[in-house]
């Protein structure tokens, strides 16, 4: 990194899935340190590295360069998922270097339990969450009554939180299912077991970090999902459970906001998501599955197929200024090969008036009509042929990939800075190499 910037956000400003995981492995290569901040193992990331595929549910995307991992305060821990992930690394041959936050909450099997009972309930305002109890576990959070990783690490204060905490969520469950059962004995050796094993990692994350940024070390910030799934700032109630945008960062990891240098962009060719909610750009044709086998969108943690639709531009303005974001990066763009006309959404109409700003709430949504502008595509090229462009420069690029790209960026009047045309590392053209 440059310019005296040694803290770096990367931040989807969709529905997330915009390719975070490659860009937080790019930049990790001149870090120190990557953070991840909120979130749970609802959320994946893939990073392909020399040919190697890795997908994380809850480590750092910059593992496989063994570089400190951090999973700060802001994310919730299922601890089985998680060693799970530090296993597979070491059987890869990496070293793990992971630090753990004492302070993050801990998922246990009644938070996965009560995740799917409350979405049968929710009928049309359900969130199609993936049922790894994210959501319960920080209600609990924000109830005052979890189990953190400092209890998980403490037996004898494990057990007397869990014995609480599970005869409150066994009366809950009870009221969905008067069968529901599980030995709560069971559930503490279980979980001793696990704060055993995850004991050496865990430290008081904030109070690092803070010394790290202070002596100059080059830090990475990540999170799951993007900024349209957020909490706060996302569409309600169709997201996450957290902020997932750079508004989580200072809460999530314990920093000031001072400290926090450049925020980066991530946005898609097109726009994808998973689970319920409205979609205005979404498409339904051949398009649409042509768009999803090329950019291989089927979710890392689920497997699900994703929705696909036109790059919405409107919603992304609103990411933009959201999360003050410095710099942007478009990924994907070798996935709308062969396809022509292709569209961008640049605003939405209701009621025969053009909007402003981009309306968060959904009831709003569902009446609007997307704006489109229209572009000339770009031929099929071989994955060698991309890589080989790539290698190249900006100026390489099909003319009218150019003119779509440009077009983009004056449009969000913000600077893109890179542009993905390939999964690869190596598969990526820089515009500005100041965003290091």
């Given at each position: 990194m440059s310019n005296n910037i040694n803290t770096i956000a990367v931040c989807g400003l969709s529905w997330g899935d915009e390719g975070k995981g490659k860009f937080v492995d790019y930049l990790a290569q001149k870090a120190d340190i990557v953070v991840r901040y909120q979130g749970g193992s609802n959320a994946g990331h893939t990073v392909v590295s020399d040919g190697v595929k890795y997908k994380f549910k809850l480590i750092p995307s910059g593992a496989p360069l063994e570089k400190e991992v951090i999973i700060a305060n802001g994310c919730v821990i299922d601890p089985k998922v998680l060693l799970e992930e530090i296993k597979n690394l070491r059987d890869m041959g990496k070293m793990v270097n992971l630090k753990l936050s004492s302070t993050a909450h801990v998922i246990f099997p009644f938070h996965r339990i009560l995740d799917g009972l409350e979405e049968q309930s929710k009928g049309k305002y359900s969130a199609g969450t993936t049922k790894r109890g994210i959501g319960p576990t920080y209600s609990d959070k924000v109830a005052r009554w979890g189990i953190r990783v400092f209890d998980l690490i403490n037996p004898d204060l494990l057990k007397i939180k869990l014995e609480k905490l599970y005869n409150i969520k066994k009366k809950l469950i009870n009221v969905y299912d008067p069968n529901w059962d599980m030995d709560v004995?069971?559930?503490?050796?279980?979980?001793?077991?696990?704060?055993?094993?995850?004991?050496?990692?865990?430290?008081?994350?904030?109070?690092?970090?803070?010394?790290?940024i202070d002596s100059g070390k080059k830090i990475v910030f990540e999170g799951a999902q993007g900024n349209l799934l957020g909490i706060d700032h996302g569409m309600y109630p169709f997201g996450t459970s957290s902020n997932a945008n750079v508004l989580g960062i200072c809460a999530g990891a314990g920093i000031p906001p001072k400290k926090l240098n450049k925020i980066v962009g991530i946005i898609k060719a097109y726009t994808s998501r998973v689970g319920e909610g409205l979609f205005p750009t979404e498409i339904h044709d051949e398009i649409a599955e042509k768009i999803r086998e090329q950019g291989h969108e089927y979710g890392t943690v689920t497997g699900r197929p994703r929705r696909v639709g036109w790059i919405d531009l409107f919603n992304i303005k609103y990411g933009i200024m959201i999360n003050g974001v410095d710099q942007l990066i478009i990924t994907l763009l070798d996935a709308l090969e062969g396809i022509n006309p292709l569209k961008i959404c640049t605003g939405y109409e209701l009621d025969g008036e053009i909007l402003k700003?981009?309306?968060?709430?959904?009831?709003?949504?569902?009446?609007?009509?997307?704006?489109?502008?229209?572009?000339?595509?770009?031929?099929?090229?071989?994955?060698?042929?991309?890589?080989?462009?790539?290698?190249?420069?900006?100026?390489?690029?099909?003319?009218?990939m150019k003119t779509y790209v440009k077009a983009i960026e004056t449009e969000l009047n913000t600077e893109i800075a890179i542009v993905s045309i390939g999964p690869d590392r190596e598969d990526t053209v820089i515009l500005n190499e100041n965003v290091f």
């Open positions: 004995n069971t559930i503490y050796e279980e979980y001793r077991s696990y704060g055993e094993k995850l004991k050496p990692y865990v430290i008081d994350t904030a109070f690092y970090l803070n010394k790290a700003s981009w309306p968060i709430q959904s009831e709003i949504i569902e009446r609007c009509i997307p704006i489109y502008r229209e572009f000339e595509g770009w031929e099929p090229r071989s994955r060698a042929e991309w890589s080989r462009i790539a290698k190249k420069g900006f100026d390489e690029l099909p003319d009218t």
